[in-house]
């Protein structure tokens, strides 16, 4: 049986999607960009970089576990859907429209 884990790794990076530097995160690791949401499909555990996907993550709704909300994304090379926790500094006008999509 294999163990989520988590392992932090917090770095900046430019935005495939926005081409914008994307700071590191406040307290956790970075998963997503801050300006547009778009991810890139790199983990296969929160952090670890080990995905060999590579494609990108399309957010597509908001999901909400646990009194946590989630960004819901789709990966448009391999399909797969996964969510991420919002992160504080995440663009407030671009999320709201997100809330009409909850799942």
Known sequence: MTTK???????SFICDNCGKEVPT????SR???CFCLWGKHVDIFPGDRKNGCK????PI???TTSGKNQIAYDCIKCGERIF???AED????TLLPL???IW
């Open 99 to 101: 809330y009409s999509l």
């Open 5 to 11: 884990k988590f392992a932090k790794n917090n770095e």
């Open 61 to 63: 709704g908001i999901k």
């Open 31 to 33: 998963d997503h960009c």
């Open 90 to 93: 995440d663009s407030k006008e």
């Open 84 to 86: 991420n926790i919002i």
């Open 25 to 28: 995160h406040l307290t956790s």
């Open 55 to 58: 494609g990108m993550l399309k």
